[in-house]
């Protein structure tokens, strides 16, 4: 499954994490797409990275940014978006609030 972060979502994350996605989850040839045509905020960053092969580890990051977005202001979620079988984006939903474990 190839996902990709929106990027102006990214705006609202702390500096550190985006340095883990940029080092973890996307690669330095990572395509940007218009994952959304016709929004003017519809860019996303594909994650091809190392860390993007790991699904688990991948969602368990979104989450974690989705979380960061709205204990900041943020009124939604990131945008995070699936490449489907034809080639296009379609998005995929995402909760950001992942259970603890205990």
């Not at 929004?39 to 580890?57: F, H, K, L, N, Y």
Request: some cysteine; overall charge neutral.
């Amino acid at each position: 499954m190839t996902l990709a972060l929106n990027i102006s979502d990214l705006t609202y994350c702390k500096a550190e994490m985006v340095s883990v996605l940029a080092g973890d989850f996307i690669s330095m040839k990572s395509p940007v797409v218009d994952a959304e045509p016709g929004q003017a905020d519809g860019m996303a960053i594909v994650c091809d990275g190392p860390g993007s092969e790991d699904q688990e580890r991948l969602q368990a990051f979104i989450d974690v940014i989705s979380r960061w977005m709205k204990e900041n202001g943020a009124q939604h979620s990131l945008r995070v978006y699936e490449k489907t079988s034809r080639g296009t984006w379609r998005r995929k939903k995402v909760s950001g609030s992942r259970k603890k474990e205990s």
